[in-house]
Nanobody, 125 residues
Framework: VQLQASGGGLVQVGDSLRLSCEIS????????MAWFRQAPGKEREFVAA????????HYRDSVKGRFTISRDRAKNTVYLQMNSLKPEDTAIYYC???????????????????WGQGTLVTVSS
């Protein structure tokens, strides 16, 4: 599948932002969708994932209660709603797709087959 991420920008601490990831191609094969992020000088890290359009969702601890991942199959889009943003959320955010339903490796970048180009989120204090 092909992925196109959008929605990043410059916001203030405490603001909200919604990222979108448009899926094209064999959309039905994208069984697990995820968001990762990479801050300058750091490794790419898992943020959130959604399995089979909502059967289950998964989050890294630092974003639980603030971020929500969802999928609109009619629009072939996955969203990441980010609330109460903090400076440490600053990063390039990438969406990723796996054709498999993955649980044990859901937070591992190499478990995903396709990646979007990334969208920059900057949280200013």
């Amino acid at each position: 599948v092909q992925l196109q991420a959008s929605g990043g920008g410059l916001v203030q601490v405490g603001d909200s932002l919604r990222l979108s990831c448009e899926i094209s191609g064999r959309t039905s094969s994208a069984s697990t969708m995820a968001w990762f992020r990479q801050a300058p000088g750091k490794e790419r890290e898992f943020v959130a994932a959604i399995v089979r359009g909502g059967v289950s969702t998964h989050y890294r601890d630092s974003v639980k209660g603030r971020f929500t991942i969802s999928r609109d199959r009619a629009k072939n889009t996955v969203y990441l709603q980010m609330n109460s943003l903090k400076p440490e959320d600053t990063a390039i955010y990438y969406c990723a797709a796996s054709t498999r339903i993955i649980y044990s490796t859901i937070g591992v970048p190499t478990a995903y087959d396709d990646w979007g180009q990334g969208t920059l989120v900057t949280v200013s204090s």
